[in-house]
């Protein structure tokens, strides 16, 4: 039984002590704040106490009747709005946590935890850059030391080099402190040097193993690097720490969609749907899964949630183009124009805009307003990203100088021996996504997505850290031994392993970017399949114009560009068929939509598979597909598609330019002049 408070003396003694039972024993801090309330009623340090153990203890509807009434009340106190943010966030009211978070660090802001909580929210709501901004102010105002503030006060201002400096400096000195190693992992985030930060992030979980907040960071770096599994792990150890934290819960279900688990995504997202249902970013993010898993009508509604939530929001509006087979209506269209019009909009939400109302137009049959769309909003989304074609051109010249017949005949045996992986490659729109389709419709071959694996593989040889000096790829490959090459081939079975979930002998890695890299994976997995899917280059590059990708295709975003990288595709590929004869198998979209059961006959033939005819009816799959043909593919072959850039012939001599011969010898290869 809890002894009563005398009125006089010891009402602060008791206080104290009550929040000091909160975490040991909630419960009991309950008893005791109540105890405080019958000698002194409405004391508002007691009502806060009582509210934060019910909350503590698990009683999450008292204590937010508590704390809604003591913030009625007491609506200056900012200790007040911030547990009622948490109480809030407990009962899933996420978007009135939020508010309650924002009136709190108005009123002080200089409350760390508040900082790191309303971070978690804004990862949860899709807004990186807030969330970032957030987390950097943590980080400043829980720290008291003198340099470490300097450092705090840097970050925040987006003064990187400074902090990054100053950071290393105090880390001489101080190699073990914690929250500089945190701190300078955020700098590394900050600049793109993930493998950075996560090593200074393991570095920070060795030496404090119940640093929650670091332990999601860490989570969120893997994720950046594709590191899906890891980042798993990750994040359930946060989780497991903090599991109503629905910021984690959204990186989960973003992981889990990256590992191809789309219905635990989905159950995840609906959680996170549920805790803020007036934020747009987390509709749209919702909707991107649905999306895949075929759901297209919930899809539709998810967007046009985002939209009616942020009506100049123009990613949802390209996300609805981006669908294919979706046609916007004409108050629709009048909408996008209308968001035009304004001189308010953001850069991202007009580029998005363009794109989709280039479709709409297209569909509409208006191809000069399509165009135009097309163009203006390509040109806005290139003023945004450094690409140079000259590198690329560069980097075709640097392997066909490394990747001779002589090289691959010394290296013959090398590698993995497993013959798991067909490899599908090509660029972009070039109908890989169907021959994705077809393949994984034969009960012997599993599609699982884009995998980057070959990418961070390549990545990381292109690492001077890997032969402990500067080294390019791929002329490092020419340095790699026997068992190099197969503990690479292993390596890549090994992190690809996960995404194979039904045990079948063959899977599909459909990233289109590895023809960058059939040098590696040839050295690396001599058995595996590669598989060249090529469309006619006005077809395939106009397509790929009309596409606003997310992220890694900057060369589609100009006539002139796509025309340079289509050239040095084609130049590369040949290459490769000159010292690797018949290693490639190539197909030809014409072609395969011209006489489909021989083309899927030819390709099953060299895939050493028997025929089935389930691969001739592969729109009845109703696998999830993640990339923009997804409604596309659950449809049969149309042939009127081939042509189709054929309406907008007038505007592409910019492209026909610079393809060149490229384009009269389609599809056989123009003789290449010598580098």
Same mark, same amino acid.
Not at 146 to 165: D, Q, S
Not at 301 to 322: K, M, T, V
Not at 445 to 466: F, H, K, N, P
Not at 595 to 617: A, H, I, K, N, S
């Given at each position: 039984?809890?002894?009563?408070?005398?009125?006089?003396? #010891?009402?602060?003694?008791?206080?104290? *002590?009550?929040?000091?039972?909160? *975490?040991?024993?909630?419960?009991?801090?309950?008893?005791?704040?109540?105890?405080?309330?019958?000698?002194?009623?409405?004391?508002?340090?007691?009502?806060?106490?009582? +509210?934060?153990?019910?909350?503590?203890?698990?009683? $999450?509807?008292?204590?937010?009747?508590?704390?809604?009434?003591?913030?009625?009340?007491?609506?200056?106190?900012?200790?007040?709005?911030?547990?009622?943010?948490?109480?809030?966030?407990?009962?899933?009211?996420?978007?009135?946590?939020?508010? =309650?978070?924002?009136?709190? !660090?108005?009123?002080?802001?200089?409350? @760390?935890?508040?900082?790191? $909580? !309303?971070?978690?929210?804004?990862? /949860?709501?899709?807004?990186?850059?807030?969330?970032?901004?957030?987390?950097?102010?943590?980080?400043?105002?829980?720290?008291?030391?003198?340099?470490?503030?300097?450092?705090?006060?840097?970050?925040?201002?987006?003064?990187?080099?400074? &902090?990054?400096?100053?950071?290393?400096?105090?880390?001489?000195?101080?190699?073990?402190?914690? @929250?500089?190693?945190?701190?300078?992992?955020?700098?590394?985030?900050?600049?793109?040097?993930?493998?950075?930060?996560?090593?200074?992030?393991?570095?920070?979980?060795?030496?404090?193993?119940?640093?929650?907040? /670091?332990?999601?960071?860490?989570?969120?770096?893997?994720?950046?690097?594709?590191?899906?599994?890891?980042?798993?792990?990750?994040?359930?150890?946060?989780?497991? /720490?903090?599991?109503? %934290?629905?910021?984690?819960?959204?990186?989960?279900?973003?992981?889990?969609?990256?590992?191809?688990?789309?219905?635990?995504?989905?159950?995840?997202?609906?959680?996170?749907?549920?805790?803020? @249902?007036?934020? &747009?970013?987390?509709?749209?993010?919702?909707?991107?899964?649905?999306?895949?898993?075929?759901?297209?009508?919930?899809?539709?509604?998810?967007?046009?949630?985002?939209?009616?939530? &942020?009506?100049?929001?123009?990613?949802?509006?390209?996300?609805?183009?981006? !669908?294919? #087979?979706?046609?916007?209506?004409? =108050?629709?269209?009048?909408?996008?124009?209308?968001?035009?019009?304004?001189?308010?909009?953001?850069?991202?939400?007009?580029?998005?805009?363009?794109?989709?109302?280039?479709?709409?137009?297209?569909?509409?049959?208006? *191809?000069?307003?399509?165009?135009?769309?097309?163009? #203006?909003?390509?040109?806005?989304?290139?003023?945004?990203?450094?690409?140079?074609?000259?590198?690329?051109?560069?980097?075709?010249?640097?392997?066909?100088?490394?990747?001779?017949?002589?090289?691959? %005949?010394?290296?013959?045996?090398?590698?993995?021996?497993?013959?798991?992986?067909?490899?599908?490659?090509?660029?972009?729109?070039?109908?890989?996504?169907?021959?994705?389709?077809?393949?994984?419709?034969?009960?012997?071959?599993?599609?699982?997505?884009?995998?980057?694996?070959?990418?961070?593989?390549?990545?990381?040889?292109?690492?001077?850290?890997?032969?402990? =000096?500067?080294?390019?790829?791929?002329?490092?490959?020419?340095?790699?031994?026997?068992?190099?090459?197969?503990?690479?081939?292993?390596?890549?079975?090994?992190?690809?392993?996960?995404?194979?979930?039904?045990?079948?002998?063959?899977?599909?890695?459909?990233?289109?970017?590895?023809?960058?890299?059939?040098? !590696?994976?040839?050295?690396?997995?001599?058995?595996?399949?590669?598989?060249? =899917?090529?469309?006619?280059?006005?077809?395939?590059?106009?397509?790929?114009?009309?596409?606003?990708?997310?992220? +890694?295709? *900057?060369?589609?975003?100009?006539?002139?560009?796509?025309?340079?990288?289509?050239?040095?595709?084609?130049?590369?590929?040949?290459?490769?068929?000159?010292?690797?004869?018949?290693?490639?198998?190539?197909?030809?979209?014409?072609?395969?939509?011209?006489? #489909?059961?021989?083309?899927?006959?030819?390709?099953?033939?060299?895939?050493?598979?028997?025929?089935?005819?389930?691969?001739?009816?592969?729109?009845?799959?109703?696998?999830? $597909?993640?990339?923009?043909?997804?409604?596309?593919?659950?449809?049969?072959?149309?042939?009127?598609?081939?042509?189709?850039?054929?309406?907008?012939?007038?505007?592409?001599?910019?492209?026909?330019?610079?393809?060149?011969?490229?384009?009269?010898?389609?599809?056989?290869?123009?003789?290449?002049?010598?580098?």
């Amino acid at each position: 039984m809890t002894a009563a408070v005398e009125p006089a003396g #010891t009402l602060d003694t008791a206080l104290a *002590h009550t929040a000091h039972l909160l *975490h040991r024993d909630p419960a009991l801090a309950v008893e005791q704040a109540s105890e405080i309330l019958k000698v002194v009623p409405g004391h508002p340090q007691a009502i806060l106490l009582l +509210g934060i153990g019910q909350r503590l203890r698990g009683d $999450v509807p008292a204590a937010l009747a508590v704390l809604t009434d003591l913030a009625a009340h007491q609506p200056n106190s900012a200790q007040t709005h911030y547990e009622l943010g948490l109480t809030l966030a407990a009962d899933g009211q996420g978007d009135a946590a939020v508010a =309650a978070l924002r009136r709190a !660090l108005q009123l002080k802001p200089d409350l @760390p935890d508040a900082w790191r $909580v !309303l971070g978690d929210h804004l990862r /949860a709501l899709d807004d990186p850059s807030a969330a970032d901004e957030a987390y950097a102010q943590h980080i400043r105002h829980s720290t008291r030391n003198p340099r470490l503030l300097e450092a705090a006060a840097a970050l925040c201002e987006n003064r990187i080099a400074e &902090a990054e400096a100053l950071l290393r400096d105090y880390l001489k000195q101080t190699p073990t402190d914690v @929250p500089a190693i945190r701190m300078l992992a955020e700098v590394a985030a900050r600049l793109g040097r993930y493998a950075d930060a996560e090593s200074l992030l393991e570095r920070c979980l060795e030496l404090a193993p119940g640093f929650v907040a /670091a332990r999601h960071n860490h989570a969120v770096v893997l994720h950046r690097q594709n590191k899906s599994p890891q980042a798993l792990m990750a994040i359930d150890q946060a989780l497991a /720490a903090d599991p109503r %934290n629905h910021g984690y819960r959204s990186l989960k279900a973003a992981i889990l969609s990256t590992l191809g688990d789309y219905d635990a995504a989905i159950e995840l997202y609906s959680q996170v749907v549920d805790a803020y @249902p007036r934020h &747009a970013k987390v509709w749209m993010s919702f909707a991107h899964t649905l999306k895949t898993a075929g759901r297209q009508q919930e899809s539709i509604a998810g967007y046009r949630r985002s939209i009616e939530l &942020a009506p100049h929001l123009g990613e949802a509006y390209w996300s609805l183009a981006n !669908l294919k #087979t979706f046609r916007f209506s004409a =108050a629709e269209r009048a909408a996008m124009q209308a968001l035009l019009d304004r001189d308010d909009l953001s850069a991202e939400d007009r580029f998005h805009l363009h794109f989709a109302l280039g479709k709409a137009c297209e569909d509409m049959g208006d *191809h000069a307003s399509s165009f135009r769309h097309y163009d #203006t909003g390509n040109r806005q989304r290139r003023a945004l990203i450094q690409y140079r074609a000259d590198d690329t051109s560069e980097y075709v010249r640097r392997c066909q100088s490394v990747f001779t017949a002589d090289f691959f %005949n010394e290296r013959r045996g090398w590698g993995a021996r497993e013959a798991d992986p067909v490899f599908i490659v090509g660029l972009p729109r070039a109908g890989s996504t169907l021959l994705e389709q077809i393949l994984a419709s034969h009960p012997l071959v599993e599609g699982t997505m884009e995998l980057t694996d070959i990418v961070s593989l390549a990545r990381e040889l292109a690492d001077s850290r890997w032969k402990g =000096a500067d080294s390019r790829y791929p002329e490092v490959l020419a340095s790699l031994t026997a068992e190099q090459c197969e503990q690479l081939g292993r390596r890549y079975l090994d992190r690809t392993r996960i995404y194979r979930k039904q045990g079948l002998p063959f899977f599909i890695d459909k990233m289109p970017n590895n023809f960058a890299h059939v040098g !590696l994976i040839h050295l690396i997995l001599p058995n595996a399949r590669i598989i060249d =899917a090529r469309r006619h280059p006005l077809g395939c590059c106009f397509s790929a114009f009309k596409q606003h990708f997310a992220r +890694g295709q *900057h060369f589609t975003y100009g006539l002139e560009d796509l025309g340079r990288y289509y050239h040095d595709y084609v130049e590369l590929m040949a290459h490769i068929d000159g010292v690797l004869p018949g290693r490639i198998h190539r197909v030809i979209y014409e072609e395969m939509v011209d006489d #489909t059961e021989l083309q899927v006959r030819r390709l099953l033939e060299y895939c050493g598979l028997p025929f089935d005819e389930r691969c001739l009816r592969f729109y009845e799959n109703d696998r999830a $597909v993640r990339t923009a043909s997804s409604e596309q593919v659950r449809q049969p072959i149309f042939k009127d598609g081939v042509d189709h850039w054929r309406h907008f012939d007038a505007w592409l001599e910019p492209l026909r330019q610079a393809l060149g011969p490229m384009l009269d010898s389609y599809p056989a290869v123009p003789p290449f002049e010598p580098h």
